[in-house]
């Protein structure tokens, strides 16, 4: 038996193996939540029940990470956001896509780090909210929907400035 012969057989064989095929529909596509959305971590937390905790702040998910050199360069403008509005008027979350949990600890806490922090260490969060750089920041409004997604670090200007008015308009402040 030639070598053709035998690549002809191997071909033949594997022709005829069944093949899966994967159906995306609405049911089970991952979609990115957009403007105006329910955020995905909200949409328990903000359902029919009025008791839950967070109903009615305004949240800031800030995704990060300490290997990424503009999100290092962020964090004094982030801390200085945190500070002008208060953990009562804005929840500051930020969601680090390390996966080393020793270092991403230190940083925390060598940084003073002191609002809440989430690891994501499957990027399931990153996912769901359709963040593909970092830093990515979502504001999402007291009812749970998304307001607005900012990319990146702008040197140019600070954090307050930059998403302020929109923090601003999501507690009702005139701006």
Wanted: hydrophobic content about 35%; glycine content about 10%.
């Amino acid at each position: 038996m030639s070598l053709g012969d035998l690549a002809r057989m191997y071909r033949a064989k594997k022709d005829s193996q069944p093949k899966a095929v994967k159906i995306f529909d609405d049911d089970n596509m991952v979609r990115a939540p957009h403007k105006g959305d329910v955020a995905p971590e909200f949409a328990r937390s903000h359902g029919s029940s009025s008791s839950s905790g967070s109903r009615g702040q305004v949240t800031l998910l800030d995704f990060w990470a300490t290997w990424c050199g503009p999100c290092r360069h962020a964090l004094p403008g982030l801390k200085q956001l945190q500070s002008a509005y208060g953990s009562e008027q804005l929840k500051v979350i930020s969601v680090s896509e390390d996966e080393n949990e020793d270092d991403w600890q230190a940083f925390v806490d060598k940084n003073g780090m002191d609002w809440e922090q989430r690891r994501d260490e499957n990027h399931r969060m990153m996912r769901q909210y359709g963040a593909n750089a970092l830093p990515t920041y979502i504001l999402i409004g007291g009812d749970g929907t998304i307001i607005q997604q900012w990319v990146g670090d702008d040197e140019n200007q600070s954090l307050v400035n930059r998403l302020g008015p929109e923090v601003d308009r999501a507690l009702g402040k005139r701006s």
